[in-house]
């Protein structure tokens, strides 16, 4: 395999499509070494059609505002790799989202998926929907008009969406409603994410953030460190900042700033429980102001316009909100403050030239397919306990959670090591979920 040759044919084809490009560089790059060991993958032209989706929907979402008008939004659903197991991957309703952005999700998510360690492919979808000023009433008659152009190419052994940036539990009730209307059936493993009292599993909605946190203390262990009393900065205010936040605390660790996309808050006494309950109304408001933090507890919290988390000391950084959110400034204002570790919470949350400088100045990094991961795997768990009509406890799953994000650790750690002992996260989580995938594919033929 050569990278050059392959991005430039995808480039030809694909060349407005930059964060997809950006996503199969960045793996092609990392696996290059290893995949010209296998002359079997070369043969059977393993790379050349796993960059490419299997398929993708794209459809016309129409729905009516409170104002009785007409309003038209386009919705897809990228259905990437099956080689493991059924498409999965989450729903994005943002006013930035294009095919692109949902390809790049998606190539991500198959080799996510494949370090957690179930059988599950990737898939990602979602509509330039704007929930952003939004009330209930049109956030419920989108989210019907969405599910009524997508359940026929969903099912829970065939693709299980769940939920990403802009859906929470609130979207995941309202289409599966539709879906049950629709498919006749009240098949709750279509969806992950539910609500408890209908199949949802104990801890889904804190699991992305969780999960991130377990491997960073796995990480942070096997630097000889510990995240007790560290200080740390994070991005975002929706389900994963809110969990990521929450078992920070817990573990003993000093959240220090939350930022959204008006500005930061600088938390010099570190956020409490109180403040972090409040995260999820903040999410709930569809404001999408971080300010609102400030506002509600003036004596914790000072707000600061247009800054990002990443201008507040911090030894810990976590982008938790969208991809490409932390850039190579960001990154050496991190370094100059102290800085010592950032792992990715969303996905593709650094630039490559965050990572890159990140990597020089030997910070502890870990990518986002392997720190997030603990979210999807949440969602296969949700869909183990669907499929077999039980409920586990919190843990139960919490136990599960652990040895998942233990277990996609140990990949990284065992494909990442360096001769000079350096661990390159990125390359190990990259080739870890890249093997598994492209074994299977090998054996599952020309298809």
């Known amino acids: 395999m050569k990278v050059a040759e392959i991005m430039a044919n995808l480039e030809q084809k694909h060349g407005h499509e930059v964060e997809y490009l950006q996503a199969v560089r960045e793996v092609l790059e990392s696996i290059e070494e290893t995949y010209n060991q296998h ?7 393993i790379v050349e059609r796993m960059v490419e989706p ?7 979402v129409t729905w009516v505002d409170d104002k009785g008008e007409v309003q038209t939004n386009l919705g897809y659903r990228v259905q990437f790799n099956s080689a493991i197991g059924p498409y ?3 729903l ?3 006013k930035a989202v294009t095919p692109s952005m949902l390809k790049f999700l998606g190539f991500e998510q198959t080799f996510k998926n494949a370090l957690t360690t179930l059988p599950m492919g990737g898939g990602k979808g979602g509509s330039d929907f704007d929930p952003v000023g939004k009330s ?13 152009e997508l359940w026929q190419v969903i099912g829970p052994d065939q693709d299980i969406p769940a939920g990403d940036v802009g859906v929470g539990g609130r979207e995941i009730g309202y289409m599966y409603g539709m879906y049950k209307k629709l498919a006749r059936e009240y098949n709750t493993g279509v969806l992950t994410g539910k609500g408890a009292t209908w199949g949802g599993s ?24 510990d995240i007790k009393g560290t200080k740390v ?3 975002g205010f929706g389900n994963v900042a809110w969990g990521a936040a929450t078992k920070a605390v817990e573990l003993g660790a000093k959240v220090v700033a939350i930022s959204g996309p008006d500005g930061v808050c600088h938390i010099p006494n570190g956020i409490d429980t109180e403040m972090i309950n409040y995260m999820l109304d903040m999410r709930a408001s569809n404001r999408n102001k971080v300010e609102d933090m400030a506002t509600k507890f003036p004596q914790k919290a000072q707000f600061t316009a247009g800054k990002k988390a990443w201008s507040v000391k911090c030894d810990i950084a976590l982008p938790c909100a969208f991809q490409n959110e932390l850039n190579c400034d960001d990154a050496k204002e991190l370094i100059a403050n102290g800085t010592w570790c950032c792992c990715e919470v969303s996905n593709m949350g650094c ?13 502890l990094f870990a990518p986002g397919k392997a720190v997030n991961a603990g979210g999807v795997a949440t969602s296969g768990l949700e869909m183990t306990q669907n499929a077999t009509h039980i409920s586990w406890s919190a843990k139960e799953v919490d136990e599960k959670l652990h040895f998942i994000m233990q277990s996609i650790h140990e990949a990284c750690v065992k494909f990442g090591t360096q001769k000079d002992g350096y661990i390159d996260y990125v390359k190990g989580a990259n080739i870890a979920g890249f093997m598994k995938v492209a074994q299977a594919m090998l054996e599952q033929g020309i298809i």
């Not at 299997?54 to 016309?60: A, H, Y």
Request: hydrophobic share 40%; proline share 4%.
């Open 136 to 148: 209930n009433a049109e956030i419920m008659r989108f989210c019907q008009a969405f599910m009524y």
């Open 54 to 60: 299997d398929r993708i929907f794209t459809f016309r």
């Open 92 to 94: 994005r309703f943002h």
């Open 351 to 363: 630039t490559p030239e965050a990572i890159h400088a990140f990597q020089s100045a030997k910070l």
């Open 233 to 235: 900065a994070l991005s």
């Open 202 to 225: 104990i801890l889904r909605p804190e699991a992305t953030g969780f999960g991130a946190l377990y491997f960073t203390q796995h990480l942070l262990h096997k630097a000889g460190k």
């Open 88 to 90: 999965k991957g989450g």
């Open 39 to 45: 002359p079997e993958f070369e043969k059977a032209k």
